[in-house]
């Protein structure tokens, strides 16, 4: 304990079982089980429609509030950040962004974000707290010339407000809605690069990427105060072409088609390396609350971590500097052995699955539509291949309207990865479940799969290995 609070390592030191603590007895830090705590509804008109919409039409997201941002700044910022990052930087400018990713000592992930040089030699990184956390660490025990300041998430955010807005334009009317809204010429931005525009008579930042798998999707964001300006222009321009606003179920769904394994467990809660970090984190921050969940129960936390490589990144892992983590990348690197992939469940056996609620005796886990996972962020499940093996582990898992079936992202076996194969999912926990609030009394099932790749859906080129 340091100076009366209570350290990430203060938790650590004082529960005997680490993997049951965090299975049992933390609340999740995320908000998608708490759409009270952002201005942003669960749906705006129906799931099933608004999912529709990035296929068919156009669809525009909120993401002003659930994303934490960290702004650095100072002589050192972009050393730092080639310290911290496996990313090659070397060809980070304005105009260019990058999915940034930041390793353990050991080579497994803490975190991912975006990063964006904005002018005047400031660095914006966009989501992930564990990153975030990491690289202000970083700074701070460095010796770094370099300046930090942090913008929370709406739900942890004292001041009520935000830094900058951020609205996600996607389908496959974004392009044309995108051209109408700007005024003047309409820049043309590449994929994964930025550049300025004027939206309602706000200067706002660009980033052409997809966030539902579409490449002329862009992210647009701006002064937090001009947000409304910049949404009512959008809607106005969009309304002719289908445009729909996207609430919390469907955008948290965007990830099955995708295949963006979001928030993987944060690799800092073992190693003496990490202890004086740890001591620094405080108890109750986003490492602290967060929630396993799941049928794979490991003995050891170190069994839930993963590499860049696991989670499809290794097109990002550049070996030209010295980085946090290089040497242990640098084993697997020629032969990763696992590998990320879609699992497409059988229909019989989700409907089983329905079919139990209906029936005399104990359930099966509820599978819910359209977020069948139920850990905030951290559901793992078993998954076996035909002897009956464990080849891997299966995260977030749901519904999408555009596929018509149950999808979950894995990470397994290399040999298991072939599109085709044929593996089962344990779906629901051990021992009729725990004492997390989200997980009735139930038992566990076995549900047929089948691997695809991943992304399943359209393909952005960020998920499919072009190097950004």
């Known amino acids: 304990m ?11 030191d004082a529960v005997p079982d680490l993997v049951e603590h965090l299975r049992n007895d933390t609340p999740g830090p995320a908000i998608r089980t708490r759409t009270d705590q952002i201005p942003v509804p669960a749906e705006f008109s129906n799931w099933r429609s ?5 296929h068919e039409t156009a669809i525009l997201f909120d993401q002003s509030h659930h994303m934490p941002e960290l702004f650095l700044s100072g002589p050192d910022a972009l050393a730092l950040l080639s310290r911290v990052g496996v990313n090659r930087l070397a060809n980070l400018a304005p105009g260019r962004a990058k999915q ?3 390793c353990a000592p050991d080579g497994s992930i803490i975190g991912d974000c975006i990063l964006c040089p904005l002018p005047g030699g400031v660095y914006e990184l966009v989501s992930s707290m564990p990153l975030l956390n990491w690289v202000e660490y ?88 001009h947000r409304e300006a910049v949404r009512a222009a959008i809607l106005a321009a969009g309304a002719p072409r289908g445009l729909r606003r996207g609430g919390l179920k469907a955008y948290f769904t965007t990830v099955y088609e995708t295949g963006w ?76 052995p696992k590998k990320r992939v879609t699992l497409v ?35 793992r499940d078993e998954v076996r291949g035909a002897d009956g093996r464990l080849v891997g ?38 021992d009729g479940g725990s004492r997390k609030l989200r997980v009735e009394e139930h038992r566990q099932c076995t549900v047929r799969a089948v691997v695809a790749p991943a992304p399943y859906g359209a393909v952005p080129r960020l998920l499919t290995g072009a190097p950004v």
């Open 50 to 54: 608004e999912q529709r919409a990035w």
């Open 100 to 102: 940034f990713i930041g």
């Open 393 to 430: 582990q299966s995260t977030f898992c749901g519904y999408t309207a555009n596929t018509r079936a149950v999808l979950s992202l894995a990470v397994v076996d290399a040999e298991h990865a072939e599109p085709g194969t044929e593996v089962t999912i344990t779906w629901g926990e051990p």
């Open 261 to 336: 394994i979001a928030y993987p467990l944060p690799a800092i809660y073992t190693g003496e390396e990490l202890r004086g970090y740890r001591e620094w984190l405080p108890a109750d921050g986003w490492e602290g609350r967060f929630q396993l969940a799941g049928s794979l129960r490991r003995d050891r936390i170190e069994d839930y971590y993963l590499t860049p490589y696991d989670l499809g990144y290794g097109h990002l892992v550049s070996f030209d500097h010295d980085f946090v983590g290089r040497a242990a990348l640098e084993a697997v690197a020629a032969a990763p």
């Open 2 to 12: 340091t100076g009366g609070r209570r350290s990430l390592q203060d938790v650590v």
């Open 345 to 379: 469940w059988d229909t019989e056996d989700v409907l089983r699955v329905m079919r139990s609620l209906f029936e005399p005796g104990l359930p099966y886990k509820f599978l819910d539509l359209p977020i069948a996972d139920y850990g905030v962020l951290m559901q």
């Open 138 to 225: 970083q700074a701070h025990v460095g010796g770094w010339d370099v300046t930090v300041v942090r913008d929370h998430n709406t739900a942890d955010n004292p001041t009520g407000r935000r830094v900058r807005f951020r609205f996600q334009l996607d389908g496959p009317e974004a392009g044309a809605i995108f051209d109408e809204v700007v005024e003047g010429e309409t820049p043309d931005i590449p994929f994964f690069r930025t550049a300025t525009a004027v939206v309602a008579g706000v200067e706002v930042l660009v980033l052409r990427h997809g966030m539902a798998g579409r490449n002329r999707g862009v992210e647009i964001s701006g002064p937090y105060e």
